[in-house]
């Protein structure tokens, strides 16, 4: 089984739409899919609610998913760690404790960007548009991971 993680500052907004899309594209038997934040604020919280509206216009439901922070053992966890920007790659990699928990971190974008380093912009702080365009946005990149990974 592969596991992979989606990794965002709060586990509120980004990586739980990752989550949510990536698992409706791979198969449960086949996949284990999971989301963190680098930051303490909001474990047990559930996702936005902006996020779980975008998610259920496209016919998924991330309302049970709960906050919780990326920790060192994650990488013995997982197998692919998929950062949402910038800050998740500096805090993950600042976890790290060696090459191979290194190699493991990866830019979301970067799927449909290589080498780009982009980074999926955090709408917490916008309107509900900000929400539609991350989910597009990590739609694609999800469809490519799957492609990838099947």
Known sequence: MTKILMVCLGNICRSP??????????SSDLFKVDSAGTASYHIGSSPDKR??????????????????????????????????DESN???VISLARNDEDNAKVKFILNEIYPNQNY????????????????????????D???????
């Open 89 to 91: 790659y500096r805090n």
């Open 119 to 142: 980074d999926v912009p955090d709408p917490y702080y916008g309107g509900d548009e900000g929400f539609e365009n991350i989910y597009k946005m990590l739609d694609e990149a999800c």
């Open 17 to 26: 739409l990752a989550e949510g899309i990536l698992k409706s594209k791979l």
């Open 51 to 84: 996020s779980i509206e975008v998610a259920r216009k496209y016919g998924l439901d991330i309302s049970n998913l709960k906050g919780r922070q990326f920790k060192t053992s994650d990488f013995d966890a997982f197998d692919l760690i998929y950062v949402m």
């Open 144 to 150: 490519m991971i799957a492609k990838t990974l099947t």
